[in-house]
């Protein structure tokens, strides 16, 4: 059993910067891909980073340039680099995982994902 645990919301102005952190434990396995989502007030959750065992990382075009997904060298905490904010940004993000896929064959929907945290919240004011 895969558990995720976010970290690192909270508020910031816009053009202010916040990293995300995400702890994983249980067994992942050695083929897998890990994402970022979030959720804006009365909206659909959806996808804004991914990557893979590889290290490979994928962008929404909302946040191409602004954001960094990485994982630490254990391969044990995903983070999530957010800059130059702007309200349009805040929401609940969550992390997810899914075993088996690559960053070639991902897939967007909040379906193909089996494990997720709980998320954090980030607002954005202006």
């Known amino acids: 059993q895969v558990q995720l645990v976010e970290s690192g919301g909270g508020s910031v102005q816009a053009g202010g910067s916040v990293k995300l952190s995400c702890a994983t434990s249980?067994?992942?396995?050695?083929?897998?891909?890990m994402a970022w989502f979030r959720q804006a007030p009365g909206k659909g959750r959806e996808g804004v980073a991914y990557?893979?065992?590889?290290?490979?990382?994928k962008y929404e075009d909302s946040v191409k340039g602004r954001v960094t997904i990485s994982q630490d060298n254990a391969k044990t905490i995903l983070y999530l680099q957010m800059n130059d904010l702007n309200p349009e940004d805040t929401g609940v993000y969550y992390c997810?995982?899914?075993?088996?896929?690559?960053?070639?064959?991902?897939?967007?929907?909040?379906?193909?994902?089996?494990?997720w945290g709980q998320g954090t919240q980030v607002t954005v004011s202006s």
């Open positions: 997810a995982a899914e075993i088996g896929c690559t960053i070639t064959a991902l897939t967007r929907s909040t379906a193909g994902w089996h494990y």
């Open positions: 249980g067994s992942i396995g050695s083929y897998y891909c």
């Open positions: 990557i893979d065992n590889y290290q490979r990382p």
